[in-house]
């Protein structure tokens, strides 16, 4: 298989001409071997090629400027990522002019479109007041009024510029609140980038270790064996063996992180409630990061699944399209970061100090207030009732092109892995063809269909936009056959 190699060594090479020559080479070549599957990948990449110039120019530009030529690896696919210029609703244009149905929205953060009107709105009339004060603003009270209103467990917040930087927060809180080190995190999942939990992130699973047991495997250089031996790795979705370890690391566990929907992957009947026993009986704080599984419900995960942690971590939707974060817990645990002001103009400083200058920008929180007061209980519905029907819409293409994938999600999140298990953690994810996903990717891509990364719906999106991307799917699913036949074989059912 050609492309195998072609991906890999696409990031290596010299510029996006070499790119161009190597793909019309490798065409002739595939035509001349009457190589199917080859060609089919071609076709994909050279449609790809020709739609999209200017992002190519750009990319192209991005060498020496930007390391990986990106910002953001989540958003570096291969042969080079399209370059958008606007969005509207449910739309978002590139820079060569393709408009396509946005199914991203910058990683599930824009849960009412691009450009929602009443967004626009407050953010306009905030940026009248000037853009950032440097003192308190009534807005950050509205928009913790309104979050809080709908966190059961949690009379306070405080916000951040980043949900990586609630997570770290929240575990600095929860180390102070108990005077205990160890943080335990599930395998696969994702909390920021940042040392202590960029462990077992996506680790290879020759080095991942027993099931029941994930080892701690860094996910780059440079992170301090203490920090590793720090945190423990426990399996999502498996109860008993996650039981087994916190209780053997009881006395040193601060908190246990966990995202109560991992990913797309639902949790286990009782796999939350579980683990919220276990840890409320051994003095360990739970953290959810609902960064972006806060979408769910008026209330987030916890409100659907019915399990109220310590603390909760926010992110994505609540800045409103701007950088965001915040973490909420009760006034007890939140105690660290109190500041006291007993003896006036004496300030006795908290324990746990945290300043930050874009903490509660307030454009973000403008904008998070204006999303926050859309999202009422019928909105909710109505995502769900999108979500379901893109979920079962996918199934049942799948079913009819006779091709086995696990499509999952809850809510208004959607996914397809492209393998036979049925996925219930990161390894049996990581079964999923990988390779297969990125061409599926790009071939939607060119049938005007954006859906990378963590494929979500919005408010904006119709009924009849579903639809067309269901019926991009079965094109694209038509078009890669051959494709799915030599590389997953066992995916075939017909
Ligand atoms: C579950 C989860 N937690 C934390 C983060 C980090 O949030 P941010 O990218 O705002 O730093 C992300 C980002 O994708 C996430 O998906």
């Known amino acids: 298989m050609i492309f195998h190699r072609r991906f890999s060594t696409y990031p290596n090479l010299t ?48 060498r020496g400027l930007l390391p990986g030529r990106s910002t953001r690896n989540v958003l570096y696919y291969p042969p080079f990522p399209v370059y958008m210029a606007a969005g509207k609703g449910s739309r978002i244009f590139d820079v060569d002019g393709n408009e396509r149905i946005d199914f991203n929205f910058n990683n599930t953060t824009l849960i009412l479109g691009h450009n929602h009107p009443r967004v626009l709105e407050a953010v306009r009339e905030q940026l009248g007041r000037g853009t950032v004060l440097g003192a308190p603003s009534e807005v950050e009270l509205k928009l913790a009024e309104e979050l809080l209103g709908r966190l059961k467990g949690a009379d306070m917040i405080r916000f951040t510029p980043s949900g ?45 270790g027993p099931d029941s047991e994930p080892r701690s495997v860094p996910q780059h250089d440079g992170i301090p064996k203490g920090v590793l031996e720090n945190t423990l790795i426990l399996p ?14 009881r006395d040193d566990l601060a908190a246990v992180i966990v995202e109560p929907v991992q990913r797309d992957i639902p949790p286990k009947p009782g796999f939350l409630q579980s683990i919220r026993e276990l840890t409320e009986q051994l003095g360990i704080l739970l953290i959810f990061d609902e960064v972006i599984s806060f979408r769910l419900s008026p209330g987030g995960a916890q409100r659907l699944y019915g399990v109220v942690p310590d603390i ?73 009732g999108l979500g379901e029907a893109m ?85 694209s699913i038509k078009e890669l056959k051959p494709i799915i036949k030599e590389r997953s074989p066992h995916l075939i059912i017909r």
């Open 164 to 208: 990586t930087e609630a997570n770290m927060q929240a575990v600095m809180l929860a180390r102070c609140y108990t005077g205990k080190m160890k943080i335990a995190k599930f395998e696969g999942a994702y909390h920021g980038s940042w040392d202590t939990v960029d462990i077992s992130v996506s680790p290879p699973l020759g080095l991942a």
């Open 236 to 249: 999502y979705n498996d109860a008993e063996a996650s039981e087994a370890l916190i209780k053997g690391h």
């Open 312 to 384: 909760t971590t926010l992110g994505k939707i609540i800045g409103g399209g701007f950088p965001i974060g915040g973490y909420a817990s009760t006034e007890d645990v939140m105690e660290p970061l109190i500041i006291s002001q007993s003896e006036f103009p004496a300030l006795k400083p908290p324990k746990l100090g945290y300043s930050g200058t874009f903490n509660a920008h307030p454009i973000a929180m403008a904008a998070g207030l204006a999303v926050m007061r859309e999202l009422t209980p019928p909105t909710y519905k109505m995502l769900e």
């Open 15 to 62: 510029g996006i001409l070499e790119i161009y020559l190597n793909s019309i080479i490798k065409l002739i070549m595939s035509v001349m071997n009457h190589d199917l599957d080859d060609l089919v990948v071609m076709k994909v990449v050279e449609e790809y090629l020709r739609q999209n110039p200017s992002s190519r120019a750009l990319y192209d530009r991005a």
């Open 391 to 475: 979920r079962e819409g996918l199934r049942r293409i799948l079913e009819e092109e006779g091709i086995i994938a696990h499509v999952d999600g809850v809510g208004s999140l959607f996914n397809i892995t492209w393998t036979g298990e049925k996925v219930v953690d990161y390894r049996t994810a990581s079964s999923g063809d990988r390779v297969l996903e990125r061409i599926f990717s790009l071939d939607l891509m060119n049938r005007g269909i954006y859906l990378r990364a963590h494929p979500n719906l919005s408010t904006a999106t119709t009924r009849e936009e579903v639809e067309r991307a269901l019926e991009a799917v079965r094109l």
